[in-house]
């Protein structure tokens, strides 16, 4: 069965995913998409024989679409997360879930209202090769006890602000970690180093983010956005018996390299388990628990303070 898909935000990951839906997925075709800029909407619609329409409630409303890829800016994710599931359609949802914990919880709320899962979040690096070799290392390696982690950009635009550097990008490692430990960040800390010269007056750069876990396991992430050289992701988890650490995949520019083949394995996998009526990816719970801890980190660079993590109780829906 092809699934047909309707895309909401034609920008640069938008347009990343329709290639890849087109190009690489198996069993995928993008029939309609969706822009608030409707050029950039039919330019993306005409490259793959899809049809633009007005507005993202249009695109989750249309009778021949059986998912919906969510991919505007993250203020507008909630509305078209919470659409889809009011339309009992699957839906995959680019970080952040939504902007704030609240919005979130409303979504994790609907979803199970729903009855099923619907929803699956954008968190691509449980599917990079080198952290899926590092949690199956784990399990041969004893207790967790520190790791050490770094995340590194070439630059970034005079827009992005101090909150962003967690908002928009420790949220990836933020993720990472809980699934890598199958459990909680529990508390959150940030320090700010010395700045590089290169950073705006609205933005900490670089930013080095404590974090302990409910066991215990003690984590420091270094967030620097502006470093010049390249995009270099770093992760070593240090154990009782030994240590594991990224492959080094020598000097890369982007994300989208980086990252590539964890996108494509991602968007495979996700067609497939909406063809078998099953999502296995990341769910609302994780975009959920991933805001809230998120939101204490915010609080604590702002504060100086250390902050604790403080999530609802995981609903059963969700697993354990
Ligand atoms: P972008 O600005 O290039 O594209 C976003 C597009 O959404 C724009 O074309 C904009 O016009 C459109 N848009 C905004 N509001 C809309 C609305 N209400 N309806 C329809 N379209 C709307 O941004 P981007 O870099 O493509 O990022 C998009 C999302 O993907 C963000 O949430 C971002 O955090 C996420 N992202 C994830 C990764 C990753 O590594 N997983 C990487 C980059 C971006
Ligand atoms: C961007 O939005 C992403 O999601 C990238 O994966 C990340 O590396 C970058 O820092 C973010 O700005």
Redesign the pocket.
């Known amino acids: 069965m092809t699934v047909h898909i309707g895309v909401?935000?034609?920008?640069?990951?938008?347009r990343d995913h329709i290639r890849r839906l087109t190009d690489v997925v198996a069993g995928a075709e993008v029939v309609a998409v969706?822009?608030?800029?409707a050029e950039?909407a039919r330019e993306a619609a005409a490259g793959v024989g899809a049809r633009a329409l007005p507005t993202?409630q249009d695109v989750i409303d249309d009778p021949g679409v059986d998912a919906v890829v969510v991919?505007?800016?993250?203020p507008?994710?909630a509305e078209y997360v919470l659409a889809a599931i009011a339309a009992g359609k699957y839906v995959f949802c680019?970080?952040?879930l939504a902007t704030t914990a609240a919005d979130c919880l409303r979504i994790v709320e609907a979803e199970q209202a729903s009855g099923r899962r619907l929803v699956q979040v954008?968190f691509?690096r449980r599917y990079d090769v080198g952290y899926q070799e590092m949690k199956q290392a784990l399990s041969g390696l004893g207790p967790v006890l520190l790791m050490h982690c770094a995340h590194r950009n070439p630059s970034v635009p005079t827009e992005y602000h101090s909150d962003m550097a967690i908002q928009?990008t420790a949220v990836h490692e933020i993720d990472i970690i809980r699934w890598l430990l199958d459990e909680e960040i529990a508390t959150a800390q940030v320090v700010v180093p010395k700045q590089t010269t290169r950073k705006f007056e609205h933005l900490r750069d670089p930013q080095v983010m404590l974090f302990d876990t409910e066991s215990g396991v003690r984590i420091d992430l270094e967030v620097f956005v502006n470093c010049q050289y390249g995009y270099d992701v770093r992760h070593e988890t240090v154990c009782e018996a030994g240590a594991v650490r990224l492959p080094d995949p020598g000097l890369l520019h982007s994300?989208k390299q980086r990252?590539g083949a964890a996108f494509d394995t991602e968007f495979t996998e996700w067609v497939s388990s909406v063809q078998a009526g099953n999502l296995v990816g990341p769910t609302a719970w994780d975009g959920y628990a991933v805001a809230v801890t998120s939101d204490a980190t915010v609080e604590a660079r702002r504060t100086g303070k250390t902050v604790s993590v403080r999530l609802k109780d995981r609903p059963a829906f969700y697993g354990s």
């Open positions: 909401v935000g034609t920008g640069m990951i938008g969706t822009d608030v800029d950039l993202g991919t505007s800016w993250g507008t994710h680019e970080k952040p954008g691509m928009d994300w990252f």
